[in-house]
């Protein structure tokens, strides 16, 4: 059975590959020859053309790839009151590839105030033609993860007990700004609870002096208290994803370490999972799945790669995990967007059309018109 709502049964994680005249503009603004006006003009030129490619793939939902951003997340944080972008000592270190360097820190009180992807989402919203706009930000556990304490200015913040209920508030203002904007699907990124999934990255983090079950809870209280009171037909979702850069990955680990608190206690109307590889372990963990509303979109296309799964063997994955969580709560989508920073994947704008084509397919397939 199809859905009338948010997630639907074929959708989209967010990011598409930057085509080249927002590249070049890009380059261009960044030298010093093209002004903020001409190259939103391009921006916006890209997106209604990624909008009809996403239509017509057949999706519902459609987003606008997320082309007026460098990364992922660092555009976003730097846009809320109290945070600060700045060259870090070195990038992210993904498997052989490292990112450029970037951070975040958190130098005053935070604030949601006037941000710029409001307006960001009133243009995707004005260019959809009647299917679903969906914005994508990152979760605020992201904020805090990489860095931890050394991020959260001490003086702004000696408490860290305050500075995680002012981001529970900041979200909260967040959620509801978007949705006065005229948003009704917004979803959350997080890298932070692959991580906690991974042998390699929770020593890391108890190296640094933190405890990875506290970090889990503390997450889950935040986002949660973040969710508490948001409109009932604002659906928010949560993709979990394990790095994508360059087509390459950070983590690695089944979702059993943090499935119980995950799982079975963050108020998401729906998790996007990555399921690509064996690197996500079995879909045992769907076990903690609260019956009800609450979907799970199965991220069992790869982004990383132009080449086309089996449409039979994706089917046949599909119901495997039926056997953890009911089939009715259970959609499908790419394992991540296409182009997490505006690099991109290592893949062509037609296999990743291609892609989104295949799973309104096997969408169609499984669950029928």
Known sequence: ??????P?????VGSLLRPSPVKDARQQQQAGNLDGDRLRSVENEAIRHAVACQCQAGLQVVTDGEFRRAWWHFDFFEGLQGVEGYDADQGIQFNGVQTRSRNVRVTGKLGFGQHPMLEHF???????????????????SVLH???????????????????FDDLARVYKEALQAFYDAGCRYLQLDDTV???????????KIVERGEDPQQLQRTYARVINKAL?????????????????FRSTWISEGGYEPVAEVLFGSVNVDAFFLEYDTDRAGGFEPLRFIRPGH???????????????????????????AAQFVDLDQLCLSTQCGFASTEEGNTLSEAQQQAKLELVVQIAKDVWGE
């Open 1 to 6: 059975m199809q859905l009338a709502h948010p």
């Open 8 to 12: 639907f049964r074929a959708d989209v």
């Open 122 to 140: 009133r243009f995707l919203q004005s260019v959809t033609n009647g299917v679903t706009a969906k914005m994508t930000i990152p979760s605020p």
């Open 145 to 163: 993860f990489r860095g931890g304490r050394n991020v959260v200015s001490v003086e702004a913040y000696p408490n860290l007990d305050d500075f």
């Open 193 to 203: 609870w692959a991580y906690l999934c991974s042998e390699e990255q929770t020593a």
């Open 228 to 244: 508490e009171g948001k409109p009932d037909d604002l659906v928010v979702s949560m993709h979990v994803c394990r790095g994508n």
């Open 294 to 320: 609450q979907k799970v979109v199965l991220g069992l296309v790869t982004s990383k790669t132009g080449e086309l799964e089996s449409a039979e063997d994706v089917k046949a994955r599909i119901h495997e």
